[in-house]
């Protein structure tokens, strides 16, 4: 009788597996690839929603970036990965790219998203948008106009936001 038992939850467990959208099984692909040594970013979905997860970027090192600990939330399309995810900077960053309300300003967030991305080479990629900006293409024009005239105050500006960063993470 136990063997049978045993059996029947083996089978409702396959059911709950083959019940999950392609969406949720390619997100379950992606957080596999967080499980080696890169700890420059890190991903995992809300305990109850593998729809919405919580990022962190960490400031490249040796960079005006370094040190800081950027959060982020990504929630995904149901047609995830033909449709790329909203990403949004919880963090407050002073950058070029980033709008004000934390949207990210990034070609492979809109009109060059692919499904070939997943969840780390969306991070990966933002964590390379901060040291790497796109001043022509500004959602924050302040930060822009510093980053292209007076460099030492657009640094000094990041620096806090570094700071910052960390006592959110305290």
């Known amino acids: 009788?136990?063997?049978?038992?045993?059996?029947?939850?083996?089978?409702?467990?396959k059911m709950k597996s083959s019940n999950l959208s392609l969406a949720q099984k390619r997100l379950i692909n992606?957080?596999?690839?967080?499980?080696?040594?890169?700890?420059t970013v890190l991903a995992s979905p809300?305990?109850?929603n593998i729809m919405e997860w919580e990022c962190v970027i960490f400031g490249p090192e040796d960079t005006i970036w370094d040190g800081g600990c950027f959060k982020l939330i990504m929630k995904f399309p149901s047609d995830y990965p033909n449709k790329a995810p909203e990403v949004k900077m919880i963090s407050k960053v002073f950058h070029p790219n980033f709008y004000n309300d934390g949207r990210?300003?990034?070609?492979?967030l809109q009109d060059q998203w692919s499904p070939i991305y997943d969840v780390k080479s969306i991070l990966t990629s933002i964590q390379?948008?901060?040291?790497?900006?796109?001043?022509s293409s500004p959602a924050n024009a302040e930060a822009a106009k510093l980053y292209n005239s007076n460099i030492q105050e657009y640094n000094k500006r990041v620096k806090d936001c570094v700071e910052a960063s960390m006592k959110d993470d305290e």
Do not use: R
């Open 104 to 108: 990210i300003c990034l070609d492979i």
């Open 30 to 39: 992606d957080l596999k690839q967080f499980n080696n040594d890169d700890d």
């Open 128 to 135: 390379s948008l901060l040291t790497d900006p796109n001043p």
């Open 1 to 13: 009788m136990k063997k049978t038992h045993l059996k029947k939850k083996k089978h409702k467990k």
């Open 46 to 48: 809300k305990e109850d």
